[in-house]
């Protein structure tokens, strides 16, 4: 099993996240029969997307306010869309800001490219879009390396980061070229072993040594719910942004028992991807973690052999053409 790490380094460091994903896959049995062992995104070279204002459900049943990103007329998603994107493809990424007037100005950064940014107003870090729904931002950039990276908001990130403006980039290598995806895994408490393992048939990166059968992305975030309900009562000139005090905490934008229902299920339209592992003895996985909060969430594979190979979109090699010999 091979891990490919990628962290907002400015974050604070803290607690660890209170919840056992390796419990929660023992629950699966109960909840749900079956999952598809790839990252759920969008793939492409263009990205139109929207920062509105919705709600997320939590484990125990509340309704809190969020603001994220959307693709079009789509409602908007906790994480941001994934997008997926193959290396050397010029990437263009448009910005619309459909937030309350309240809000204010929104902007995207994506930390590990060379970005040109147009169009909208300046910003302190890069061009925004204001809250009218109708001026575009549009940034571009080539995914120059293959790797796990995100973006966020660059406009007030210690603020509109917790509330969810957030999401991952993944570039796909060029050099191997990845064959077909593995078929779906069965029925997941009658998995078995598949008699025609994928065997290692895409890359994580340009080195035959990063070769997966399935993959699977976990963004860890939290949240301090006051800074939220602050939001929905109209009283953010009452947010202290020195004070957070994070209490919930998520893995791909849901925390449990919704971790282990499916992916895209319709009571949690805004929280569209699960974050449980499915795979078929003697599979090779390559998981991708990311943490986009503010605590570290160093993830324990039970009974499972481990390599991490890359860190913050980098392979963790000593040289080009040497694999991951640093891992």
Same mark, same amino acid.
């Given at each position: 099993?091979?891990?490919?790490?990628?962290?907002?380094?400015?974050?604070?460091?803290?607690?660890?996240?209170?919840?056992?994903?390796?419990?929660?896959?023992?629950?699966?049995?109960?909840?749900?029969?079956?999952a598809w062992?790839?990252?759920?995104?969008?793939?492409?070279?263009?990205?139109?997307?929207?920062?509105?204002?919705?709600?997320?459900?939590?484990?125990?049943?509340?309704?809190?306010?969020?603001?994220?990103?959307?693709?079009? *007329? #789509?409602?908007?998603?906790? %994480?941001? !869309?994934? &997008?997926?994107?193959?290396?050397?493809?010029?990437?263009?990424? @448009?910005?619309?800001?459909?937030?309350?007037?309240?809000?204010?100005?929104?902007?995207?950064?994506?930390?590990?490219?060379?970005?040109?940014?147009?169009?909208?107003?300046?910003?302190?870090?890069?061009?925004?879009?204001?809250?009218?729904?109708?001026?575009?931002?549009?940034?571009?950039?080539?995914?120059?390396r293959p790797?796990?990276?995100?973006?966020?908001?660059?406009?007030?990130?210690?603020?509109?980061?917790?509330?969810?403006?957030?999401?991952?980039?993944?570039?796909?290598?060029?050099?191997?070229?990845?064959?077909?995806?593995?078929?779906?895994?069965? *029925? #997941?408490?009658?998995?078995? %072993?598949? !008699?025609? &393992?994928?065997?290692?048939?895409?890359?994580?990166?340009?080195? @035959?040594?990063?070769?997966?059968?399935?993959?699977?992305?976990?963004?860890?975030?939290?949240?301090?719910?006051?800074?939220?309900?602050?939001?929905?009562?109209?009283?953010?000139?009452?947010?202290?942004?020195?004070?957070?005090?994070?209490?919930?905490?998520?893995?791909?934008?849901?925390?449990?028992?919704?971790?282990?229902?499916?992916?895209?299920?319709?009571?949690?339209?805004?929280?569209?991807?699960?974050?449980?592992?499915?795979?078929?003895?003697?599979?090779?996985?390559?998981?991708?973690?990311?943490?986009?909060?503010?605590?570290?969430?160093?993830?324990?594979?039970?009974?499972?052999?481990?390599?991490?190979?890359?860190?913050?979109?980098?392979?963790l090699s000593?040289?080009?053409?040497?694999?991951?010999?640093?891992?």
């Amino acid at each position: 099993m091979r891990v490919d790490d990628a962290r907002r380094p400015e974050m604070r460091k803290g607690r660890w996240l209170g919840m056992a994903l390796a419990a929660a896959a023992l629950w699966a049995i109960a909840m749900e029969p079956a999952a598809w062992a790839k990252i759920l995104g969008v793939q492409g070279t263009s990205f139109q997307l929207v920062a509105k204002q919705d709600r997320i459900t939590l484990g125990d049943g509340d309704s809190i306010v969020m603001w994220g990103f959307a693709l079009g *007329d #789509g409602r908007m998603q906790y %994480p941001g !869309p994934t &997008l997926i994107v193959n290396q050397g493809e010029t990437i263009t990424v @448009s910005l619309k800001n459909a937030l309350p007037a309240a809000v204010g100005n929104v902007s995207i950064l994506f930390p590990g490219h060379d970005v040109t940014a147009s169009g909208g107003l300046p910003g302190a870090l890069t061009q925004e879009a204001p809250p009218d729904g109708t001026t575009t931002v549009t940034y571009t950039f080539t995914a120059g390396r293959p790797g796990t990276y995100v973006y966020h908001s660059g406009t007030r990130p210690d603020l509109q980061v917790e509330m969810g403006l957030l999401g991952v980039i993944v570039v796909r290598p060029t050099n191997p070229t990845p064959n077909s995806d593995c078929p779906p895994v069965p *029925d #997941g408490h009658n998995a078995g %072993p598949n !008699p025609s &393992l994928c065997t290692g048939t895409k890359f994580g990166y340009d080195h @035959s040594d990063t070769a997966y059968d399935r993959e699977f992305l976990i963004v860890m975030t939290d949240m301090d719910p006051r800074v939220h309900r602050l939001v929905e009562f109209g009283r953010m000139d009452e947010i202290d942004t020195t004070s957070f005090f994070q209490t919930v905490w998520f893995a791909n934008g849901r925390n449990f028992p919704d971790t282990i229902a499916n992916a895209q299920v319709p009571w949690l339209p805004t929280q569209p991807y699960n974050a449980i592992f499915l795979m078929h003895p003697g599979e090779r996985l390559l998981v991708r973690l990311v943490t986009l909060g503010r605590d570290p969430h160093p993830l324990h594979f039970h009974g499972n052999h481990v390599r991490v190979i890359s860190r913050d979109g980098r392979l963790l090699s000593s040289g080009p053409g040497n694999g991951p010999d640093l891992s």
